[in-house]
């Protein structure tokens, strides 16, 4: 078998195809980048998120006042059980081949995380009502791949609002969606998407039928580096066992 990795290394994009993604990433706050990597390592990836997802997800249920009290209701797998379990994951997540063409889309470095387990986490949506809602990152970057996705009459697709920040505090999220136009993109298994998430509000459309699994890579800009970012929704969603309503008022 090629090794996924080594196939990464060597596989080429256009600059033509880097300047169009990176147009539409200012533009619109996220692109698509189905592009970006080769097929071969989508499916590496895809077969060992789909094995863990099955091994070790855990089923959370929360709303979030940092962000408006907005839904998360989803399975999850957590950074620590992707490193225990898997290979290709890590090594893709690090891989100075791919933050160089990530770079290139951002126009600026895009760097792994600094704090650990932000740098990659699972999502199954799979009951009806299942949804990734309204949110902002805690970091700049996100690479979503997209490994299962309903039709779009089944929910699923991602919706987002960029040019907006996050006020921890008082994140009034209905002035940022009175702030700009919202945008929504459906994607299907295979495609992956960029997207700038700490000044995005963004979300998954609640699904009604199908099953939809990704996994999200979050990346830091080097502003990223110097200020101090907390991760009170994070810690509580990829918390062990979900809390009883921890963050409700
Ligand atoms: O599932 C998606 O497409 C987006 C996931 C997301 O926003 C996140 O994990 O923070
Ligand atoms: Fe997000």
Known sequence: MVDPLARLAAH?????????????????????LSFIVPEE?????????LNLVGEAGVRRD????????????????RRDEVVERST?????????????????????AVLPCPYEPEQYVITRLEESGD????HWDDYAFALVWIIECPAVEHGGFVQCVP???????????HRAFLAGPTYSASFVPGDLYLMR???????????TGGVRTIINMGYAATTDLDRHISHETM???????APAAPHIR
């Open 163 to 173: 040019g907006t920040t996050w006020n921890k505090e008082n994140p009034e999220i």
């Open 88 to 108: 290709v994951i890590p090594a893709v997540y690090e891989s100075e081949a791919l933050l160089a063409l990530l770079s290139k889309v951002a126009g600026e």
């Open 197 to 207: 998430t700490d000044t995005t509000l963004h979300r998954v459309y609640p699904i």
């Open 41 to 49: 390592l989508k499916e590496a990836v895809a077969a060992e998120v």
């Open 62 to 77: 929360l709303r979030f006042a940092a962000t408006g009290n907005t839904l998360r209701r989803m399975r999850n797998v």
């Open 131 to 134: 949804t990734h809602g309204w």
């Open 12 to 32: 080429e994009v256009s600059s033509a195809q880097l300047t169009e993604a990176r147009e539409h990433l200012a533009k619109y706050g996220f692109t698509k």
């Open 235 to 241: 810690d509580a969603l990829w918390a062990e066992s």
